[in-house]
């Protein structure tokens, strides 16, 4: 696994760029679909777009749902393919890197969900230092459990690091703190967002911007003056602002980020050709 140190120089003069990739759902058997859609190959699809751009790029960021199956095995395998890339990653996980989810014949609210410990290379808090910015992840995963909470001693993590430095700071997260006007998803959102946010208040001046995953798609909510983005998933894509659970019927994608040395930031999606 690529070594990834707790301070990143930036290739570009004025900017450090991150990929941001999510919800990739990975089975231990490549061939295996998830609604009909190869996982596998859809994630090729999207590091594709990554390699062709490798050579700009200073940090790639996973945020969550890696694998649908969190077997020791796919998560090798994924690590490995990363690795080949010869990019600096940091992965954190998402509700189905702690659970294991069962009858899949049953609709969604009616399946068994066990909770699993997450593999030790998926980061519970990491901060990284760039030139300009620091980046700050946070791990909302439940075990067992499709929404998402951040605990009390992460909270305290966080607090920590945005009162010890002034500097342009990005959070990475796998679920959002903010409804997406889904009403099927957003059963399965942060459940102590209140909580959150009460935590970062004092310091949203220095956070520019936050950066979820665990909604396969593309997002973007203002909370509190702070922009929340969403990431659409190398895998299928879920349909916005439905009431019922709605694949979308468009290409996997991944959200670049562009941090710039003045405390702006620009970013936008990027898609492949084909579903």
Request: with cysteine.
């Amino acid at each position: 696994m690529t070594l990834l140190p707790s301070s990143i120089s930036q290739h570009h003069a004025d900017y450090f760029s991150i990929i941001e990739l999510s919800d990739l759902h990975l089975f231990d058997d490549p061939n295996k679909l998830m609604n009909g859609v190869n996982t596998a190959d859809t994630f090729e699809s999207v590091l594709s777009l990554v390699k062709q751009q490798r050579d700009n790029v200073d940090l790639l960021v996973l945020t969550g749902d890696l694998c649908q199956e969190p077997t020791q095995q796919n998560y090798d395998r994924l690590f490995a393919a990363l690795d080949d890339i010869n990019i600096p990653f940091v992965a954190i996980p998402g509700n189905h890197d702690v659970t294991l989810e069962l009858d899949h014949h049953l609709p969604f609210a009616q399946r068994r969900h066990l909770p699993v410990k997450a593999d030790t290379r998926l980061q519970k808090c990491y901060s990284i230092a760039t030139d300009y910015w620091d980046l700050l992840l946070l791990d909302s995963s439940c075990e067992g459990h499709s929404h998402g909470k951040i605990d009390e001693q992460t909270l305290r993590w966080l607090a920590q690091q945005l009162a010890n430095a002034s500097r342009p700071c990005a959070i990475f997260c796998h679920h959002p703190m903010v409804l997406i006007d889904s009403t099927w998803l957003d059963k399965y959102t942060l459940i102590n967002a209140e909580r959150f946010w009460e935590v970062v208040m004092p310091y949203l001046d220095r956070i520019k911007a936050i950066f979820v995953g665990h909604i396969h798609q593309e997002m973007h909510k203002i909370n509190y003056g702070t922009s929340v983005f969403g990431c659409p998933s190398t895998s299928l894509q879920f349909k916005p602002l439905c009431k019922d659970y709605t694949i979308d019927e468009i290409a996997p994608g991944l959200r670049w980020i562009n941090l710039y040395n003045n405390g702006l930031l620009a970013t936008g999606i990027k898609r492949t050709d084909t579903i």
